[in-house]
């Protein structure tokens, strides 16, 4: 079975993440904040791998490395969370987090990238 490699767009999640995080940013909608969660998440789970492949390529005692596999840990549980009620500023919240874990997992990539 072939599995189809989907790349990083790095620009991309991080002008997503700015749509929650810039300090200009107006509260979304609630139909727009549903839209943003679901690309923050599917930003994640596109980079978790890539940012994992990437660590794994450095060596075991190298630090830049080990912070990377442990911002996937924590985005990998990142992903298993949910609002903590069902109003619209609990969902910002939520999405502002995934926004954060977006930004960091690009920070992570970008740092391990071979010169």
Do not use: F, K, W, Y
Not at 6 to 18: G, K, L, N, S, Y
Not at 86 to 105: C, E, F, Y
């Amino acid at each position: 079975m072939r599995v189809d490699h989907h790349p990083m767009d790095v620009e991309t999640m991080r002008t997503t993440a700015r749509r929650l995080l810039a300090d200009t940013a107006e509260p979304p909608s609630p139909e727009d904040l549903e839209t943003l969660t679901l690309q923050l998440r599917g930003h994640i789970m596109v980079a978790i791998p890539e940012v994992e492949a990437a660590a794994h390529r450095l060596a075991e005692d190298d630090i830049p490395g080990a912070c990377a596999l442990a911002c996937v840990g924590e985005a990998r549980l990142r992903l298993g969370t949910t609002p903590h009620n069902d109003t619209l500023p609990a969902g910002i919240a939520h999405a502002q987090r995934l926004a954060r874990m977006v930004n960091a997992l690009c920070d992570h990539h970008e740092n391990l990238r071979p010169d």
